[in-house]
T-cell receptor, first 115, second 109 residues
């Protein structure tokens, strides 16, 4: 089934630990995004990639890093997790970057709890 | 001021009711307007999108954009329990998307 696969689906992580959230898409979309979703704050963009080999910072990038070695994969790394990074993380992709007419395809999310 | 404002609700209606969901925005450069539906513990899915002012209909759903008032709406006719979800508006200029915080809707059988 075409779409976005995120792993793990949920995780409890000790503060200070390093963690990588995985995201893979099979739609050959150029652009990929990482959002976090928090109650009352909605979806906030962490990092994005318009095409393989390029990345950019979103609204809330601090404490996170990404890489885009190929078209399909866009992992998000928390170098040293803190409790404020407890959230639901969504990976998304879109076919184009210059028009919004395509919209986003979202993964099912990773629920991360940092304790 | 947030780029996009959306009443979080929650909104509870009886089955068959007409539902109106709304967002306001501040950036006149926004070009595309979308509505996403998000079921509990799932990712958002694109429901409807529109480019210009006016109405766009798709089955029981109608998206309305008023650029002069910077106001968008989603109407759901003959609402069903399966419509119970959180609805997020979104809009963009270029590849930067801005989302509303979502309105939680419950349709009671």
């Amino acid at each position: 089934i075409a779409g976005i696969t995120q792993a793990p689906t949920s995780q409890i992580l000790a503060a200070g630990r390093r963690m990588t959230l995985r995201c893979t898409q099979d739609m050959r979309h150029n652009a990929m995004y990482w959002y976090r979703q928090d109650l009352g704050l909605g979806l906030r963009l962490i990092h994005y990639s318009n095409t393989a080999g390029t990345t950019g910072k979103g609204e809330v990038p601090d404490g996170y890093s990404v890489s885009r070695a190929n078209t399909d994969d866009f992992p998000l790394t928390l170098a040293s997790a803190v409790p404020s990074q407890t959230s639901v993380y969504f990976c998304a992709s879109s076919e184009g970057t210059s028009t919004g007419i395509y919209g986003y395809t979202f993964g099912s999310g990773t629920r991360l709890t940092v304790v | 001021q947030k780029e996009v404002e959306q009443d979080p609700g929650p909104l509870s209606v009886p089955e068959g009711a007409i539902v109106s969901l709304n967002c306001t925005y501040s950036n006149s450069a926004f070009q595309y307007f979308m509505w996403y539906r998000q079921y509990s513990r799932k990712g958002p899915e694109l429901l409807m999108y529109t480019y210009s002012s006016g109405n766009k209909e798709d089955g029981r759903f109608t998206a309305q954009v008023d650029k002069s008032s910077k106001y968008i709406s989603l109407f759901i006719r003959d609402s069903q329990p399966s419509d119970s979800a959180t609805y997020l508006c979104a809009m963009n200029t270029g590849n930067q998307f801005y989302f509303g915080t979502g309105t939680s809707l419950t349709v009671i059988p």
